[in-house]
């Protein structure tokens, strides 16, 4: 791989948005940094980038905000989502992550409609509890094993739980910093970690610690309905993405 200027500079804008939408909402930054890092990266290098990207725009924001992370509240998501990693690997075998991925963009894109049309209305804190909110982290586990989609089903969950800008972020940040911290362990172990990614990781570093933290500096000027729109439009816009790659 040649780190020439196109390059560096689709590294550097994938990761800095990527960055400051895991610092404002806690998820969608593989959907947010694929889409350009696909443009310049072989396929093999762009998975472990997106991922110990992530993880450093989640230790940058756990660094200036502390409280943000909810791990109480997040250790149902979490721990069903770690056993739930490996089982969507090795579904990988028998499953085509594209028509996952589909699936995935329908049903996201469907929820972001009926949410901005009203239809769809928030269900209220009744909705959870410890096991349905373990039901929804296994399976989100299950998707970011196969497709890299952990976080969409758990915010989706939470939107409809009605819970507050505070909870959502915090409970989706530990879980994604959880979950991403040990698949990019388990990627460094199986060699994924190449020396051309190492390289990658060096350039992106920078952006990725800036727009974390803007990302965070935003969410603390949000009020909660900004911060639900701007959740909501990000899943209605993923949701058209994911689509967009299958039929393209």
Do not use: C
């Amino acid at each position: 791989m040649t780190l020439d200027l196109v390059t560096v500079l689709f590294l550097v804008t994938g990761a800095g948005l990527a960055a400051f939408i895991a610092g404002f909402a806690g998820f969608g930054t593989a959907l947010m940094a694929s889409g350009l890092y696909f443009h310049v990266l072989p396929a093999s290098m762009v998975p472990p980038l997106i991922v110990i990207g992530s993880v450093i725009a989640h230790l940058t924001t756990l660094s200036v905000s502390r409280a943000a992370m909810t791990w109480g509240p997040a250790m149902p998501f979490l721990v069903s989502g770690a056993l739930g990693v490996p089982v969507g690997v090795a579904l990988l075998a028998v499953m085509s992550p594209e028509i996952l991925r589909g699936i995935v963009g329908i049903v996201l894109v469907a929820y972001g409609l009926a949410t901005v049309t009203g239809i769809l209305r928030p269900i209220g804190a009744r909705l959870r509890n410890r096991l349905r909110d373990a039901s929804i982290g296994g399976i989100g586990g299950v998707l970011g094993g196969i497709a890299g989609l952990s976080g969409v089903l758990p915010m989706v969950w939470l939107q409809l739980a009605n819970a507050s800008p505070g909870e959502s972020r915090g409970i989706l940040q530990a879980y994604n910093l959880a979950l991403l911290g040990l698949a990019s362990i388990a990627m460094w172990l199986g060699g994924l970690v190449t020396g051309d990614v190492q390289r990658a990781i060096l350039v992106i570093i920078p952006a990725s610690i800036i727009g974390a933290l803007l990302g965070n500096r935003a969410f603390g000027l949000a009020n909660p309905a900004t911060f639900r729109k701007v959740v909501t439009a990000l899943l209605l816009g993923s949701g058209i993405v994911l689509v967009w790659r299958v039929i393209a």
